[in-house]
């Protein structure tokens, strides 16, 4: 078989492959790599820093984890984190009841009730809810939400209520987004399915549809919360950063990213104290790579239900 | 029942309405044979009579071969099958034909004076009814080599019927009393030899269902 | 025929209850976008859009900071564009497919939902402390880069597999190398899905402010908009300065507080804010439509 | 077949040729195009009716207002008369009982994403059957009906979505049969299967029809003339022939149908 | 060439085969009738050899109309194409058969005695002959009506027969001498009937051809 | 056809019966299970041989392995000779040009998203034409051998995906005959077509075997009879018979052929 005579070939390499082939692969393998050390060196970093707390400082996991004495600045410092966990775990939990709901309802409605409508004012305004800057949702929260709840139901209004709130204004569009995803990644076939045996349009949506779209939606409210965990500026514009654990609502609390963000301009590097501040941060990688994962193994039963 | 099984039911009714149009056209060449035999006017009245009951039924096997042919498309072997029933009714019919013709020259013979029936005669009508009825159990049992013995019978009755043209001549010219009489005889052995023809035929196309390879047998 | 009452009337309740939510959902929104141009709409002039901000009396613009948040876009974008569409590649078309390429897909998966103060961390021990430059904007626009990498190198990934692996094939089928097939078939057939995924990432970039805060810093120098000499120190084009964004700027107005006008200019900068989400949305949608068109057709 | 009666299925009384379905100058329009034009036509109940003819000649949608999934289409308009069993189904009538009782079965196999119990089990779910007796026992009866029963009766908790393509297809067919319908519609319902799988089904055709009323849409030709009992030839959304399979495929009056089922159409 | 069209070239092929084995069978029966006039032994012998030729073109054509049906599955007009050629190849060639048959007797005649032909034998020949031509024409033409108006002459020919027979018994019994040949001569009698028979069943089946309906004309 | 001339397509020759493509104990494991046994075939020259079997019986994997597209396939492991001309194809060749050589259509419609023309000109651009000239002229002689020219030709520069399935495909041919293959794999190019597309596929199947070898696997029987001139019965992975299509369809000497191609298999 004779190679035609462009393509060259000098010695035992083929120029033509070599052009072609060898030299785009190359490059895109480069970058790819290059991409997923960027990641490990991250998480190196972090590993390395967020560890020092515990082995240099000889600061106990447990303590850091299930003490609620945070006295960092004391003769004797005392680093116990529970609190902004327990503020973290709160308000995300809070904004994912709140906002859940409403965005199943939501995602039904533009993929099931009014795709119409869906698709002309919905999705944009879903999309722009996603764009939003998480500064301005603490903006509007902390100029509007803020006040209201003052006014309301007394206290400073600084408080876990208003951190849930915006920040269920925020997950919302994501979970809403995916979940519409979910139901119209579903075929026409199990609608046309349902009505050819009489059934109404809303069993179909109760009784096939929900729960065929379900693993869709449960991405939809991992990710939600992944974000919701990790969100730091929307939620420290107004929930007041008081040291304690609530007790009710409209209580001011702390979160993990707030103190982050709060302290680590003030702490100088290699102090207990700062050492501390990348502890919470390593937590906050760790609990997002759980998230993601969480996230993906409902995502491969929906796969395998295709 | 499944569409495949209703293939096959139409294969198996294929096949036996092929067998009771057989076992029809045996009859009535028995009949005429017996008849000849017997020189009995009322059977071969009768047997002439059931002629129009073969006609319909080659009719409506034809009908049934095209129509499974149409919705069933058969190929290979089942098209063998089909395509052999659709050319064989022929044969067979026309046996019957011809028994039905010989049954009414007989009615005719009875009505002159009463003449001797030469042996061979009879031998050689009785040979006929055999190819016929070994014919048609090859058929039935898918029997290629059978088939292909009695299509080699035929070469006798042939022969027979030479002989036996040669012999009614004769005997016209030592009695041309009853010249009219032999030759109504003459033509019953010459049906007698077309219906051995028919056999041989038959027998061709059992052999074409069974190897799917059609050959003049004689 | 017998009638049947009971579900006939449980959708229309449900019918009725689902629009309820979905025009509850809509009127937020119009209230949340009508609020902050009403409150903002003395700030929306040209004197707010391009002066300098005024360190603690009223009257002060927010020029440098919008300046800011566009260049550190399109700085990072020239960094993550191409790396991030190249791993895209390599990661739809030439990883093995097996553990580790799972656990290394796993890994930027992680850092593409990574709390991006986490990532501002990163980067302000890298940026800004190991490389000695303090807080730069180039800084800011690596450390918002490693936040748009992973979004960018995945939207690609996805857009490049969801091209139909028969397309792939028939390409392959004619001779062509799997290059050739990458280039010449399957990016243009994954150009609007990566533009999508390139806009939402600009945009994100846009609003950013937590990564920000340790990287590019939250002051800026004094910027002389007729130098246009990228390496002199009062140059807005110099990449190696300090650079306060708008995100940035209104959470630290905020946190604060030292202007006597910084609910308006808070205000005023977030209607500025969301009027440029308006735009990147209307953007990605209008690219991606013309993309689409230019390649698609109905896809049958 | 012993086993069916096992399972305490009523043997069903073979009426014939009553006619079940009957329309009268039925016209269609999709907006402003015609799909189908002065449609005139009597099916009889207990036979197998094949609609045949050139694609985007409306036998779909003749299909379709025969249990009103017309009525999701939005600028779908129908005058004319569409009686079953004597009653106008486009008069003041409930389209959900309308839905049960004339089942349908698409072109591609669509279970639910649930068990196969539950698939069988849902149109009876949905009309108000509650007993778990009586649920076991239409599941049971409904998978042997479509022969169905021993290659699943191990994993009816089993997701649908696992088995074989025919066989999803007879579990659709199970899951009509469930709601106990007088005439079962079927759009294609073959094109998606292995010729195996093919066969299975028409088997089954062969045999629900001492049962039920079933009106196919195909496009194989051969598939209309070994199992339909009658033949529609639909063109451009008129049917211009109608009668015995045998008759149309051996002797057709119309030179457009001859022309059609013997290839010549252009 | 378009699928469509190859089915479409083998049905007009199968045609054409079909005219070409009928205009070999309309030679050899008008040579048959010619050798009879004219007593001509050579052009007999000819005709005679002619027929092994007809023979193989009927199993060829068998052949390739099963072949048809089972490559090309026709439904309808096409199928009854396909079905007629495939019986009336049949009947062709039985045509065939006894126009050589006839021919092997006039050289029998030829070498006896001469005998004075009734002028009868050879207006039933030329009927005969004239039915199969007409038959084949109809064919040509797809001509239902024109077969059944062939088929309608078969009763004339069946009488004529029935009137040859009887001077024929006439003349054997007047002249005893001759009478094997006047045997002779009455077996080619009967074969000029049958060759009537076969055309008949050729008209009928053109109408089937052209209508779908297959029922005896006669 | 006299168009075709025109285009200045040389007319090609019809060589008969030169056996192009030969396997020698040709055996494919895909992991542990064995898709191919000892296949020994040769395929003449300008003939469409049509391959048929039960679904899973190998044949798209026996197409695949005379363009060597089951290289991309990781666990997938190939003994034994396949010769093409004479050429060992998994000796020391360059499989670039091998399936430059050995063109493929795909079972559905696979245009590239791209206009008619750049779909057709792609191959030959692939391989380093780059006059306008030549690729015009390639482009319209293509289009003209599918016959699609006329269908298309005042809308070259439309997108691919706006035609019809039934084009798309013959697109696809074009698009394949464009880098002037010698011989075209086709694995079930109809089975996604409406009746008639489907035979102006195979209208342009006859066509094309002047120019090409044609190799198919088709699901469809009728399709194998009508338009090949030979046909393989795969089994499991093994040839069970390879002869004319007609002594196939007549009078196959296994049974085992004949109980498939008349449908007794089960
Ligand atoms: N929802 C719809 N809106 C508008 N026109 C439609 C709709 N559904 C079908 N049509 C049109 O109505 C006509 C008939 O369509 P229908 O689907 O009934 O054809 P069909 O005979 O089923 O064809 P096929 O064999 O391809 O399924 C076609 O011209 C089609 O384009
Ligand atoms: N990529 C693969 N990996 C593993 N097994 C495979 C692969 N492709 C095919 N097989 C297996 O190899 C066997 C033959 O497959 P192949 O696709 O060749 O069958 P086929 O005859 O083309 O069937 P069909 O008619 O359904 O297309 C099957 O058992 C199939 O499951
Ligand atoms: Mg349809
Ligand atoms: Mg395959
Ligand atoms: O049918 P025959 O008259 O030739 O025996």
């Given at each position: 078989?004779?190679?035609?005579?462009?393509?060259?070939?000098?010695?035992?390499?083929?120029?033509?492959?070599?052009?072609?082939?060898?030299?785009?692969?190359?490059?895109?393998?480069?970058?790819?790599?290059?991409?997923?050390?960027?990641?490990?060196?991250?998480?190196?970093?972090?590993?390395?820093?967020?560890?020092?707390?515990?082995?240099?400082?000889?600061?106990?996991?447990?303590?850091?984890?299930?003490?609620?004495?945070?006295?960092?600045?004391?003769?004797?410092?005392?680093?116990?984190?529970?609190?902004?966990?327990?503020?973290?775990?709160?308000?995300?939990?809070?904004?994912?009841?709140?906002?859940?709901?409403?965005?199943?309802s939501t995602a039904m409605f533009v993929a099931e009730i009014s795709?119409?409508?869906?698709?002309?004012?919905?999705?944009?305004?879903?999309?722009?809810?996603?764009?939003?800057?998480?500064?301005?949702?603490?903006?509007?929260?902390?100029?509007?939400?803020?006040?209201?709840?003052?006014?309301?139901?007394?206290?400073?209004?600084?408080?876990?209520?208003?951190?849930?709130?915006?920040?269920?204004?925020?997950?919302?569009?994501?979970?809403?987004?995916?979940?519409?995803?979910?139901?119209?990644?579903?075929?026409?076939?199990?609608?046309?399915?349902?009505?050819?045996?009489?059934?109404?349009?809303?069993?179909?949506?109760?009784?096939?549809?929900?729960?065929?779209?379900?693993?869709?939606?449960?991405?939809?409210v991992v990710l939600g919360l992944a974000r919701a965990f990790g969100?730091?500026?929307?939620?420290?514009?107004?929930?007041?950063?008081?040291?304690?654990?609530?007790?009710?609502?409209?209580?001011?609390?702390?979160?993990?990213?707030?103190?982050?963000?709060?302290?680590?301009?003030?702490?100088?590097?290699?102090?207990?104290?700062?050492?501390?501040?990348?502890?919470?941060?390593?937590?906050?990688?760790?609990?997002?790579?759980?998230?993601?994962?969480?996230?993906?193994?409902?995502?491969?039963?929906?796969?395998?239900?295709? | 029942?499944?569409?495949?099984?209703?293939?096959?039911?139409?294969?198996?009714?294929?096949?036996?309405?092929?067998?009771?149009?057989?076992?029809?056209?045996?009859?009535?060449?028995?009949?005429?044979?017996?008849?000849?035999?017997?020189?009995?006017?009322?059977?071969?009245?009768?047997?002439?009579?059931?002629?129009?009951?073969?006609?319909?039924?080659?009719?409506?096997?034809?009908?049934?071969?095209?129509?499974?042919?149409?919705?069933?498309?058969?190929?290979?072997?089942?098209?063998?099958?089909?395509?052999?029933?659709?050319?064989?009714?022929?044969?067979?019919?026309?046996?019957?034909?011809?028994?039905?013709?010989?049954?009414?020259?007989?009615?005719?013979?009875?009505?002159?004076?009463?003449?001797?029936?030469?042996?061979?005669?009879?031998?050689?009508?009785?040979?006929?009814?055999?190819?016929?009825?070994?014919?048609?159990?090859?058929?039935?049992?898918?029997?290629?080599?059978?088939?292909?013995?009695?299509?080699?019978?035929?070469?006798?009755?042939?022969?027979?019927?030479?002989?036996?043209?040669?012999?009614?001549?004769?005997?016209?010219?030592?009695?041309?009393?009853?010249?009219?009489?032999?030759?109504?005889?003459?033509?019953?052995?010459?049906?007698?030899?077309?219906?051995?023809?028919?056999?041989?035929?038959?027998?061709?196309?059992?052999?074409?269902?069974?190897?799917?390879?059609?050959?003049?047998?004689? | 025929?017998?009638?049947?009452?009971?579900?006939?009337?449980?959708?229309?309740?449900?019918?009725?209850?689902?629009?309820?939510?979905?025009?509850?959902?809509?009127?937020?929104?119009?209230?949340?976008?009508?609020?902050?141009?009403?409150?903002?709409?003395?700030?929306?002039?040209?004197?707010?859009?391009?002066?300098?901000?005024?360190?603690?009396?009223?009257?002060?613009?927010?020029?440098?900071?919008?300046?800011?948040?566009?260049?550190l876009v399109f700085l990072s974008g020239l960094i993550s564009v191409?790396?991030?569409?190249?791993?895209?590649?390599?990661?739809?078309?030439?990883?093995?497919?097996?553990?580790?390429?799972?656990?290394?897909?796993?890994?930027?998966?992680?850092?593409?939902?990574?709390?991006?103060?986490?990532?501002?961390?990163?980067?302000?021990?890298?940026?800004?402390?190991?490389?000695?430059?303090?807080?730069?904007?180039?800084?800011?626009?690596?450390?918002?880069?490693?936040?748009?990498?992973?979004?960018?190198?995945?939207?690609?990934?996805?857009?490049?597999?969801?091209?139909?692996?028969?397309?792939?094939?028939?390409?392959?089928?004619?001779?062509?190398?799997?290059?050739?097939?990458?280039?010449?078939?399957?990016?243009?057939?994954?150009?609007?899905?990566?533009?999508?995924?390139?806009?939402?990432?600009?945009?994100?970039?846009?609003?950013?402010?937590?990564?920000?805060?340790?990287?590019?810093?939250?002051?800026?120098?004094?910027?002389?908009?007729?130098?246009?000499?990228?390496?002199?120190?009062?140059?807005?084009?110099?990449?190696?300065?300090?650079?306060?964004?708008?995100?940035?700027?209104?959470?630290?107005?905020?946190?604060?507080?030292?202007?006597?006008?910084?609910?308006?200019?808070?205000?005023?900068?977030?209607?500025?804010?969301?009027?440029?989400?308006?735009?990147?949305?209307?953007?990605?949608?209008?690219?991606?439509?013309?993309?689409?068109?230019?390649?698609?057709?109905?896809?049958? | 077949?012993?086993?069916?009666?096992?399972?305490?299925?009523?043997?069903?009384?073979?009426?014939?040729?009553?006619?079940?379905?009957?329309?009268?100058?039925?016209?269609?329009?999709?907006?402003?195009?015609?799909?189908?034009?002065?449609?005139?036509?009597?099916?009889?109940?207990?036979?197998?009716?094949?609609?045949?003819?050139?694609?985007?000649?409306?036998?779909?949608?003749?299909?379709?207002?025969?249990?009103?999934?017309?009525?999701?289409?939005?600028?779908?308009?129908?005058?004319?008369?569409?009686?079953?069993?004597?009653?106008?189904?486009?008069?003041?009538?409930?389209?959900?009982?309308?839905?049960?009782?004339?089942?349908?079965?698409?072109?591609?196999?669509?279970?639910?994403?649930?068990?196969?119990?539950?698939?069988?089990?849902?149109?009876?779910?949905?009309?108000?059957?509650?007993?778990?007796?009586?649920?076991?026992?239409?599941?049971?009866?409904?998978?042997?009906?479509?022969?169905?029963?021993?290659?699943?009766?191990?994993?009816?908790?089993?997701?649908?979505?696992?088995?074989?393509?025919?066989?999803?297809?007879?579990?659709?067919?199970?899951?009509?049969?469930?709601?106990?319908?007088?005439?079962?519609?079927?759009?294609?319902?073959?094109?998606?299967?292995?010729?195996?799988?093919?066969?299975?089904?028409?088997?089954?055709?062969?045999?629900?029809?001492?049962?039920?009323?079933?009106?196919?849409?195909?496009?194989?030709?051969?598939?209309?003339?070994?199992?339909?009992?009658?033949?529609?030839?639909?063109?451009?959304?008129?049917?211009?022939?109608?009668?015995?399979?045998?008759?149309?495929?051996?002797?057709?009056?119309?030179?457009?149908?001859?022309?059609?089922?013997?290839?010549?159409?252009?």
């Amino acid at each position: 078989m004779a190679n035609p005579p462009s393509r060259k070939v000098l010695g035992r390499i083929n120029l033509y492959y070599w052009k072609h082939e060898n030299l785009g692969r190359g490059l895109v393998t480069g970058f790819g790599i290059f991409l997923a050390g960027l990641t490990l060196l991250m998480a190196g970093f972090l590993a390395v820093k967020g560890l020092s707390t515990f082995l240099v400082d000889h600061v106990s996991p447990l303590e850091f984890l299930f003490s609620t004495k945070w006295s960092p600045d004391a003769d004797v410092p005392a680093f116990g984190a529970l609190i902004f966990i327990v503020g973290s775990i709160l308000i995300s939990t809070l904004a994912l009841l709140i906002s859940t709901p409403f965005s199943i309802s939501t995602a039904m409605f533009v993929a099931e009730i009014s795709p119409n409508l869906g698709r002309k004012v919905l999705q944009p305004a879903i999309e722009i809810f996603v764009g939003i800057p998480s500064v301005v949702y603490g903006w509007i929260g902390l100029s509007v939400l803020v006040p209201f709840i003052r006014r309301s139901f007394g206290g400073l209004g600084f408080s876990l209520l208003a951190g849930s709130l915006v920040l269920a204004l925020m997950i919302f569009p994501t979970i809403t987004s995916l979940a519409a995803d979910a139901f119209r990644a579903l075929p026409t076939d199990f609608r046309e399915a349902s009505y050819a045996l009489g059934a109404t349009r809303w069993q179909t949506v109760r009784k096939v549809l929900l729960p065929a779209a379900m693993p869709g939606i449960l991405t939809g409210v991992v990710l939600g919360l992944a974000r919701a965990f990790g969100e730091a500026l929307a939620v420290q514009m107004v929930i007041g950063n008081m040291i304690r654990i609530p007790g009710k609502l409209t209580d001011a609390t702390v979160n993990l990213t707030s103190i982050i963000t709060m302290d680590m301009g003030n702490t100088a590097t290699g102090t207990p104290w700062n050492d501390v501040l990348w502890s919470m941060a390593l937590l906050l990688l760790m609990i997002s790579f759980l998230f993601i994962l969480l996230a993906r193994t409902t995502g491969q039963k929906r796969r395998s239900l295709k | 029942m499944t569409t495949r099984q209703v293939f096959e039911q139409d294969l198996i009714d294929l096949h036996t309405e092929i067998i009771r149009m057989g076992a029809l056209v045996e009859t009535a060449i028995a009949n005429a044979v017996t008849a000849l035999e017997t020189m009995d006017p009322e059977l071969a009245a009768a047997t002439s009579r059931a002629d129009d009951a073969i006609d319909d039924m080659e009719k409506s096997i034809e009908h049934f071969s095209l129509e499974i042919i149409a919705l069933q498309q058969p190929v290979a072997r089942d098209l063998r099958a089909v395509a052999s029933a659709l050319k064989l009714v022929t044969d067979l019919e026309r046996i019957a034909d011809h028994a039905s013709d010989i049954s009414e020259k007989i009615i005719v013979l009875c009505s002159m004076k009463r003449i001797v029936l030469p042996h061979q005669v009879v031998t050689m009508a009785n040979l006929a009814k055999q190819m016929v009825r070994g014919s048609l159990d090859s058929y039935v049992s898918r029997d290629a080599v059978r088939a292909a013995e009695v299509a080699r019978s035929d070469d006798r009755v042939d022969e027979l019927y030479e002989r036996i043209k040669n012999e009614l001549v004769h005997l016209m010219s030592v009695d041309p009393e009853n010249i009219a009489a032999h030759v109504e005889l003459l033509l019953i052995c010459k049906y007698f030899e077309r219906i051995a023809d028919h056999a041989t035929n038959v027998a061709e196309w059992v052999v074409f269902l069974v190897n799917g390879d059609h050959r003049n047998l004689n | 025929m017998r009638r049947r009452i009971r579900p006939q009337i449980t959708d229309r309740i449900a019918t009725a209850t689902l629009y309820l939510v979905a025009g509850a959902f809509v009127l937020l929104l119009v209230a949340f976008v009508g609020y902050f141009l009403y409150s903002g709409r003395s700030e929306l002039n040209f004197k707010f859009l391009f002066t300098e901000p005024a360190f603690s009396t009223a009257g002060g613009g927010i020029g440098p900071e919008l300046f800011n948040s566009i260049y550190l876009v399109f700085l990072s974008g020239l960094i993550s564009v191409p790396i991030g569409i190249a791993a895209g590649i390599y990661f739809a078309e030439y990883a093995k497919p097996g553990r580790l390429t799972d656990f290394l897909r796993l890994s930027i998966e992680t850092l593409s939902s990574l709390p991006s103060i986490v990532v501002g961390l990163f980067g302000f021990l890298v940026f800004v402390i190991l490389t000695g430059w303090k807080f730069t904007l180039m800084g800011g626009a690596l450390a918002v880069t490693i936040l748009n990498l992973p979004v960018i190198a995945r939207t690609s990934e996805d857009a490049i597999r969801s091209v139909p692996e028969s397309i792939k094939e028939g390409s392959l089928a004619l001779g062509a190398t799997r290059w050739q097939t990458i280039v010449r078939v399957l990016l243009p057939s994954a150009l609007p899905g990566i533009v999508t995924g390139i806009i939402i990432a600009s945009g994100r970039a846009f609003g950013e402010a937590a990564t920000l805060l340790y990287t590019a810093g939250m002051s800026s120098p004094r910027l002389d908009f007729t130098n246009w000499n990228p390496i002199s120190a009062t140059s807005p084009l110099n990449p190696f300065r300090p650079a306060e964004t708008l995100a940035v700027y209104i959470w630290k107005i905020n946190s604060e507080g030292l202007v006597p006008d910084a609910r308006q200019i808070a205000d005023g900068a977030s209607a500025v804010l969301i009027l440029a989400v308006l735009a990147f949305n209307l953007l990605a949608r209008f690219l991606s439509r013309l993309l689409g068109r230019r390649f698609g057709g109905s896809r049958s | 077949m012993d086993k069916v009666d096992a399972c305490g299925c009523a043997d069903p009384v073979v009426e014939t040729d009553r006619v079940i379905v009957r329309t009268e100058k039925l016209n269609l329009h999709y907006g402003k195009l015609q799909a189908l034009k002065d449609i005139g036509v009597e099916l009889p109940a207990n036979r197998i009716n094949a609609l045949i003819g050139p694609s985007g000649c409306g036998k779909s949608t003749f299909l379709k207002t025969l249990n009103r999934m017309n009525d999701l289409i939005l600028d779908c308009r129908i005058d004319g008369r569409v009686y079953i069993d004597d009653v106008d189904i486009y008069g003041d009538i409930d389209v959900v009982d309308l839905r049960r009782r004339v089942g349908m079965v698409f072109q591609k196999p669509n279970p639910f994403p649930m068990s196969i119990y539950d698939n069988v089990a849902y149109g009876p779910r949905t009309h108000g059957t509650k007993s778990k007796t009586v649920l076991d026992e239409i599941v049971e009866c409904s998978l042997r009906r479509t022969a169905l029963w021993d290659e699943v009766k191990d994993r009816l908790r089993a997701s649908a979505l696992g088995i074989s393509g025919g066989q999803q297809q007879r579990l659709c067919i199970a899951r009509t049969i469930a709601v106990d319908p007088e005439i079962i519609l079927m759009d294609e319902p073959t094109s998606a299967l292995d010729p195996q799988s093919t066969l299975k089904i028409e088997d089954l055709m062969t045999e629900l029809k001492k049962s039920y009323t079933i009106v196919i849409v195909t496009h194989n030709m051969q598939q209309a003339a070994r199992v339909s009992d009658n033949t529609a030839f639909f063109l451009i959304g008129e049917v211009v022939e109608y009668g015995p399979t045998s008759r149309i495929f051996n002797q057709p009056t119309e030179k457009r149908t001859e022309d059609y089922i013997s290839g010549r159409f252009s």
